[in-house]
T-cell receptor, first 112, second 118 residues
Framework: KQEVTQIPAALSVPEGENLVLNCSFT??????LQWFRQDPGKGLTSLLL?????REQTSGRLNASLDKSSGRSTLYIAASQPGDSATYLCAVSGQGAQKLVFGQGTRLTINP | DGGITQSPKYLFRKEGQNVTLSCEQNLNHDAMYWYRQDPGQGLRLIYYSQIVNDFQKGDIAEGYSVSREKKESFPLTVTSAQKNPTAFYLC?????????????????FGAGTRLSVL
């Protein structure tokens, strides 16, 4: 059974720092990996999707990498801003691309 | 504006009562999903549907039921059999639920319904 773990559960950094969020998964047979952002009491917003054949994806200040063989992904946020404060979740496709398995998320706080 | 609309935003259930959560999308997406989120937890899949009149159980389907009579609508009923229904419920959709479809697999989420028990 696929399991997804995100460490740390919470992270607080000063504004302007570059930071890395980690995601690990137990079964390397995935179709894709997605990173989402969730603001308190809200739905999820898709940030990046990496297909299993890809190594990384970039969008603005965000860069996500995927190492299927080691079961790891990282989300790199450059020049963090207070508006980046949110919970970040990663999810991998399980048995078929439609069945996403989520990690518990990392709650990120950027201090002005 | 295209998007996913969930209603109501807050819902209260009495003991032994069935309640239905609404999810409507105007994105012309084929696939739709229901997730449950408990405090401090990730999301868990309840049901999903890849096409009209077809749906499959997710990891925690017991105590829930769904229907998919129209492409744009995927209502979730929380039945009295669900003994611990208090949670945040999220609906999502994607262009295509099949494997290897790249960006077509990106799931777009509604704002959620918070269900509590009276």
């Amino acid at each position: 059974k696929q399991e997804v773990t995100q460490i740390p559960a919470a992270l607080s950094v000063p504004e302007g720092e570059n930071l890395v969020l980690n995601c690990s998964f137990t079964d390397s047979a995935i179709y894709n990996l997605q990173w989402f952002r969730q603001d308190p009491g809200k739905g999820l917003t898709s940030l990046l999707l990496i297909q299993s054949s890809q190594r990384e994806q970039t969008s603005g200040r965000l860069n996500a990498s995927l190492d299927k063989s080691s079961g790891r992904s990282t989300l790199y946020i450059a020049a963090s801003q207070p508006g980046d404060s949110a919970t970040y979740l990663c999810a991998v496709s399980g048995q078929g691309a439609q069945k996403l398995v989520f990690g518990q998320g990392t709650r990120l706080t950027i201090n002005p | 504006d295209g998007g996913i609309t969930q209603s109501p935003k807050y819902l209260f259930r009495k003991e032994g009562q069935n309640v239905t959560l609404s999810c409507e999308q105007n994105l012309n997406h084929d696939a739709m999903y229901w997730y449950r989120q408990d405090p401090g937890q990730g999301l868990r899949l309840i049901y999903y549907s890849q096409i009209v009149n077809d749906f499959q159980k997710g990891d925690i389907a017991e105590g829930y039921s769904v229907s998919r009579e129209k492409k744009e609508s995927f209502p979730l009923t929380v039945t009295s059999a669900q003994k611990n229904p208090t949670a945040f419920y999220l609906c999502a959709s994607s262009i295509d639920g099949g494997p290897g479809q790249g960006a077509k697999n990106i799931q777009y989420f509604g704002a959620g319904t918070r269900l509590s028990v009276l």
